[in-house]
């Protein structure tokens, strides 16, 4: 199965500290279940040392949060301290303390943004976290706007509100609100008494929807937290545009917990990430363990920094997308699936598992056949998935689809279900020269070389000089291990026997002769000319 590289160093740029779990409100989504202060939080002392070690190991960009930050007496020291050590930091409040002096301390220190927590239209907002507290934000966000402090709002999105984010947006615009993150209520903390709020796979085409339209028109900017996605054009687009410098790729990574983010409990325990309520993934804590020992020493985080496509289930484990998102937020996989392999909460997976429903009603075998085949041909390797797998339940010992199939695993990177697919064929054929390439390619995929290069060579021994496509392959594969000779040797016979052959090879031939190692990259593109 493909995998993305593990790193071997990681370097957090980003973390969530919850200064205080003390707060004035008891909102009925909150994941934290805050209340009063907790007796064993860390003192002030304790959290300027908390700074500088947080400096130690390179931090880049903090937020503040809670329970509401601004109840602690120190929230300013913490805040000036960190700014001291050139970490970008913000803070989240739900808005009820801030005053006018407030705003302009936090000026005064470098606070360059406050985040204001909204969940709703007035009268929602107030049922969810406390009578009048709409109002007051209304008025802090005027006091910012006189004092010329940036103002951002952060939404926790169910059925409560889903409906109203088009007149949320109106208010804030009119308020002149700088940035909007919408983020997703999960089941955690007291919204397990209310279930029913929670957010359907189908509804987050509405979110990215509703986000790309505000996006396009610039008025205010616009930010999907990790738990929506993944990978439709919209929800790429406002990715790239709201978190260039996170996201290398111009799309998601994966869940960053403990690989770039880092989780700050009160007491000082350190999580990879605070909306995972789980103290089986504590790393320690900082009063017992100094914090880069916690974030360097081996086995850290290794729930998250282990996570491999191979270890994935479902409709995860055949992604195409797989290698990168990983199973998607942490979080949601957790707290909602409770399992780490696998995430429904996606809105490709409620895209796929549509046209799942649409194709489960189609009994044209001919049908699907053609479709299947339309969408493989066009590079639709995941919709054309589900129309051959269609129909081989109808003809499952189809030579011809389960060939297309394997073809289709391959380009997904489904190596497991490509070599499945090549060894049914051989069951029936055991001289199918395709499919015999194709089970040894797999197999060198999933790090079984030597059984690779000998079934290719069989496939070699076996073609004619009308499909010289397994010397390709072998060539490749021999290449990919180190073996630079060889692979120059049997692209060599290959060659002698056809020109065509020489010019679909000879980006991969010269480069051999250079001697450069190949990657792989060669091998894929290669295979993309030789579908059934």
């Known amino acids: 199965m493909a995998n993305l590289p593990q790193r071997k160093n990681y370097k957090p740029t980003a973390a969530v500290w919850e200064i205080t ?81 407030t705003i302009r301390r936090a000026k005064e220190i ?23 507290s709409f109002s007051r934000i209304m008025e802090v966000l005027a006091l910012a706007n ?42 955690m903390g007291n919204l397990l008494k209310y279930p029913d709020w929670l957010m359907e796979p189908a509804e987050i085409s509405d979110v990215i929807d509703f986000a790309y339209d505000i996006m396009k028109e610039g008025r205010i900017g616009i930010h999907l937290t990790d738990v929506f996605g993944y990978f439709t054009r919209k929800e790429i687009e406002i990715r790239r545009a709201g978190f260039k410098s996170q996201y290398n790729l111009g799309l998601w990574n994966g869940c960053p917990a403990g690989k770039d983010l880092i989780g700050i409990r009160c007491n000082g325990d350190i999580i990879g990430c605070l909306s995972i309520r789980d103290d089986s993934l ?58 780490m392999t696998e995430t429904k909460f996606c809105a490709y997976y409620a895209a796929i598992e549509k046209e799942r429903e649409k194709v489960s009603q ?73 499919a015999l390439k194709g089970l040894g390619v797999s197999i060198s995929k999933q790090g079984r070389a030597e059984e690779g290069i000998r079934l ?17 392959d072998l060539a490749a594969v021999l290449a990919e291990n180190g073996r630079i000779g060889e692979a120059l040797e049997v692209l060599e016979t290959g060659r002698e026997k056809s020109d065509a052959f020489c010019e679909v090879t000879e980006n991969l031939y010269c480069s051999l002769k250079v001697g450069p190692r190949v990657q792989g990259q060669e091998l894929n593109e290669a295979s993309t000319a030789i579908s059934p």
Request: charge should be negative; proline fraction near 4%; charged fraction near 25%.
């Open 146 to 187: 006189e004092e010329k402090m940036l103002t951002g709002i952060v939404t926790c999105i169910h059925k409560k509100n889903l409906g109203q984010l088009p007149e949320m947006k109106k208010i804030l615009l009119e308020r002149g609100v700088a940035d909007w993150q919408l983020q997703a209520a999960v089941p």
């Open 282 to 339: 504590i790393e320690g804590n900082v009063r017992q363990t100094p914090l880069e020992e916690l974030w360097t020493r081996p086995g850290a985080f290794s729930w998250n920094r282990d996570n491999r496509r191979d270890k994935l289930t479902g409709f995860c484990k055949i992604c195409q997308y797989a290698q990168y998102c990983q199973g998607g937020c942490s979080g949601i996989r957790r707290l909602r699936y409770k399992t």
């Open 456 to 472: 290719l060579r069989e496939s070699v021994q076996l073609t004619g000089d009308d499909y010289l496509e397994p010397y390709h």
């Open 110 to 132: 470098g606070i360059t943004n406050i985040g204001i927590s909204l969940d709703g239209i007035e009268n929602t907002h107030d049922f969810i976290r406390k009578k009048g």
């Open 21 to 101: 779990m003390d707060c004035n409100m008891r909102c009925k989504h909150c994941g934290s279940s805050c209340s009063g202060p907790l007796p064993d939080e860390l003192t002030t002392a304790e959290a300027l040392e908390m700074c500088d070690a947080l400096k130690c190991i390179g931090l880049q960009r903090i937020t503040l949060s809670g329970g509401e930050p601004f109840v602690r007496p120190d929230w300013d020291q913490i805040a000036s301290r960190l700014i001291q050590n050139n970490i970008s930091t913000n803070i989240l409040s739900n808005g009820w303390y801030i005053e006018r002096d």
């Open 362 to 434: 189609i009994n044209d075998i001919h049908q699907l056949i053609s479709t299947g085949r339309e969408l493989n041909d066009s590079g639709k390797y995941q919709q054309a998935e589900l129309y051959i797998s269609r129909a081989l339940e109808k003809d499952e010992k189809n030579i011809e689809l389960l060939n297309v199939l394997g073809f289709i695993h391959y380009k997904l990177k489904n190596y497991p279900e490509c070599e499945e697919c090549n060894r049914r064929v051989l069951e029936q054929d055991p001289g199918n020269i395709y």
